[in-house]
DNA sequence: TATCTGTGGTTAATCGTTTAGATAAATATA
DNA sequence: TATATTTATCTAAACGATTAACCACAGATA
């Protein structure tokens, strides 16, 4: 089933058939009818393959994830599907499966580079894609590394300031703020911090966000209260056994994982939680609402930042250019069990 | 630049270049040399939608996933896209997004039809995928809800009873058999049980194995020593309080969630683990290696489910039927912390 | 009446490949 | 030598859409 049998059976030219699908030229309103009867009656799907060679579009976002793994990517893609398919795009998923091996190890550089560069062109040459969004989990901005491309770029979740690339990530510093506040409000002074590392972005940003709330309540960190982590569980365990001895009232892990590693080790010590010492963490994964008790934490809006990076990407496609070069969106704070007024 | 191009500079015809770039017609080896260099300095990348249209196949494997998020679909793509991409395939996703509204609610099974049929349909005549994988996380068989397609369908993770459509999934009763194995060989003979919903198949399997490895053994599965959970950590919980009093040594939980909840229920009635009780899990996921001890458990190879399934897709493509329409990939057991022999 | 304008439609070129069939030259065979 | 075969290459027709350019006709305008 081509067009062109659809022009023979409905007795007009291809052209025709062509202006009354894609509503492009007024055609008789009895010839139309003629025509889309003939469409519905035989099953007929333009060849999206035809189309996209004559008009230079295919009509699909190429997407680039670091790893799939994991929690964070598949809830953006799934944000950005959502959107995408909304706009009728598709979307090309291109998975670098670096997860272990490159990801955040600088002796790698060079081979990441090539990684990335091939699948771009991959994805740029080959698969004719219209737009390419990045996901990125590492702290490297991409666009230092990414060889000049003429579609629009946009990069979810991790951050740029290249300024040909738009990007989309989440309010790092002030959700971080908003977490001590929170903490401050419930009556904590004595404030113990597991970070990041803080040669990564959101380490730093969150822990500037931190001290922009002691500073507002007049309140200066405790540097004794702050403890570098690696992210992983037994960083959060090993620091918090460490911490206790100062006796904090409170506990910030910046994420999830050093969260729990917190809450075993405080419990370890024969303390309670939140009674004894509050815990807030960062992530709001799946094992936040399975730890006893309930981890109070930050979700992250991976969805939105999904759909807005889609959004963006189509804004770019379509030629409309937004003045706003990178769009950061909210996170809020999942109240959970872990934390509680200090004077009761 | 095109291949019209390329031939003017090289002084030849369109066709023998693309004979030299597809390697399929005899050149004088001086001429290839020549448009080869031609190629390289113009740096000349044939236009992929164009050869589409022309060979009608798009090299592009369509992926149905019923949603992205969680810890399954991931990995199972992760294995996917490694596949595919040695063999310059594409995966075009399509995350259907119906983890809570859809599944596994029959009153929905009309509107669940309607969506996975339009994906497809989109796929396959918009998109004009050379092949489509569908990843089932819910007990339908969704052969039965599918419109006849022509093009190589395979189902990965789930399973089917359809003679077109191949599948790939995982050893679900020969793994759960091993886990009561092992827990037989290391003692246990009071040992629980917390399924799944017996309505799914995957909890049918791992009991079915089950019986079996007791049956093996000329033991008896005491169905006192039997409780149905729904997946849940909750489930998990409270089945366990409730089968503690009928003083197990062992508790297989047929998932990591309700096993940790199981933990957690152990804990609360002061009971150690592995010392008085042990428990098994399944899956393997995240939470498996956080808990405090470290969970035994069981790991699907969804990698190797993502990497089968792509290979099949490309046998269906290029035609090598295989007369096995249904694999499945060994999983095996994670022997951590939580199972302890019982008489020491 | 002659010319302009607008409307609905067709013709045919085009997008960038692949490939069947024609052609010409070189080599083998009778 | 004449004819058949093989080999390397080219010509041109697809693939299935879109769309610029053109055309015919009706009604409006000078």
């Known amino acids: 089933m081509t067009i062109k049998e659809i022009a023979r059976l409905a007795g007009v030219s291809t052209a025709t058939v062509s202006y009354v699908i894609n509503n492009t030229k007024n055609v008789l309103p009895e010839k139309r009818q003629r025509i889309l009867d003939v469409i519905e009656q035989s099953g007929y799907q333009p060849n999206h393959i035809a189309k996209s060679l004559r008009v230079k579009k295919t009509y699909t976002i190429g997407v680039l994830a670091e790893d799939i793994r994991g929690f964070t990517v598949p809830a953006i893609i799934n944000g950005l599907t959502e959107y995408a398919e909304k706009e009728g795009y598709y979307i090309l998923l291109n998975d670098l499966r670096m997860m272990e091996n490159l990801l955040n190890r600088y002796d790698m550089i060079g081979q990441y580079k090539d990684k990335v560069n091939k699948a771009i062109s991959l994805l740029l040459h080959r698969a004719m894609v219209d737009a390419i969004i990045y996901i990125g989990m590492s702290d490297r901005d991409i666009t230092g590394i990414i060889n000049e491309i003429n579609k629009p770029l946009v990069i979810a979740y991790s951050t740029t300031n290249d300024s040909y690339a738009r990007s989309v990530t989440y309010d790092n510093e002030y959700i971080s703020r908003n977490v001590i506040e929170h903490l ?21 940003m969150r822990m500037r966000g931190a001290e922009k709330a002691f500073a507002e309540a007049g309140l200066e960190l405790d540097e004794a209260l702050v403890r570098h982590g690696d992210w992983e569980y037994n960083s959060g365990y090993i620091h918090a056994i460490d911490l206790i001895k100062a006796r904090p009232t409170a506990i910030f892990a910046m994420n999830d994982l050093m969260a729990a590693g917190a809450i075993a080790a405080i419990h370890h010590a024969k303390l309670r939680v939140p009674d004894d010492i509050s815990v807030f963490g960062f992530d709001n994964r799946e094992i936040a609402s399975l730890l006893q008790p309930k981890l109070t934490t930050v979700e992250i809006d991976l969805k939105g930042i999904g759909s807005t990076a889609a959004q963006m990407a189509l804004k770019g496609i379509r030629g409309e250019s937004s003045p706003e070069c990178c769009r950061v969106i909210p996170s809020r704070l999942i109240l959970r069990e872990t934390v509680a007024p200090i004077n009761i």
Chains 1, 2 share one sequence.
Request: net charge positive; glycine share 10%.
């Open 184 to 204: 401050l409000e419930a009556g904590h002074r004595r404030i113990a911090i597991i970070t990041g590392p803080l040669n990564t972005s959101p380490a730093c």
